[in-house]
């Protein structure tokens, strides 16, 4: 079976941001697609700058109880899912981070 080069972020609380990027850009240049998993707290990332640069990173997921009105359009670059769905694709993800 190959490996699963897929590291999962769960975005959970507040202050973060700087080091989601980081993690994030390193994994990316390292090979690994990086999946965002935000809810409740961590939903504040999204107001910072630099927040859209990670959606060309990563592929993002928005709990949609805490998503902001912005990212519930069709056309945004962050899906939005259930919270079962959210912690579902998290699990699925070969290398887990939660902070």
Same mark, same amino acid.
């Given at each position: 079976m190959a490996p699963n080069y897929e590291l999962g972020i769960l975005v959970?609380?507040?202050g973060h941001f700087d080091t989601v990027f980081k993690l994030t850009q390193a994994a990316a240049d390292q090979g690994f697609q990086v999946c965002l998993h935000i &809810? @409740? &707290? @961590?939903a504040a990332i999204m107001n910072r700058p630099g927040f859209e640069a990670l959606s060309y990173i990563a592929r993002v997921e928005i709990c949609e109880n805490d998503a902001p009105e912005i990212f519930q359009r069709p056309d945004a670059r962050c899906k939005t899912v259930s919270a079962q769905t959210l912690l579902e694709h998290f699990g699925k993800c070969g290398r887990q981070l939660v902070l």
């Open positions: 959970n609380s507040a &809810q @409740g &707290q @961590g």
